[in-house]
Nanobody
Framework: QVQLVESGGGLVQAGGSLRLSCAASRSSFIIDVMGWYRQVPGKQRELVATITSGGTTNYADSVKGRFTTSRDSAKNTVYLQMNSLKPEDTAVYYC?????????WGQGTQVTVSS
């Protein structure tokens, strides 16, 4: 079992920046993919960004050029640097990790962007 603990959410004005972090508990397996999803009430959880163990990244079109994900594999930690935040980025952000065919989720951290 892998536990994911997020930190770094909060309230920021439009145009501002936030950095999210997610640390995975020690795993004896390689974490294939780590990343971030977000969800607003009444909508499905959506992909924000992912990064593989090899460093390949994938971003939602809505965040390309504004968000950057990175990973410290030695620490089993993934980061999400969010710049030029918009009110529509307001959501609960969930950390995600995939090991083989198993998916793991963090508890979520609220990001609120005021206009």
């Amino acid at each position: 079992q892998v536990q994911l603990v997020e930190s770094g959410g909060g309230l920021v004005q439009a145009g501002g920046s936030l950095r999210l972090s997610c640390a995975a508990s020690r795993s004896s397996f390689i974490i294939d993919v780590m990343g971030w999803y977000r969800q607003v009430p009444g909508k499905q959880r959506e992909l924000v960004a992912t990064i593989t163990s090899g460093g390949t990244t994938n971003y939602a079109d809505s965040v390309k050029g504004r968000f950057t994900t990175s990973r410290d594999s030695a620490k089993n930690t993934v980061y999400l640097q969010m710049n030029s935040l918009k009110p529509e980025d307001t959501a609960v952000y969930y950390c995600y990790a995939r090991i083989s065919l198993n998916a793991y989720w963090g508890q979520g951290t609220q990001v609120t962007v005021s206009s």
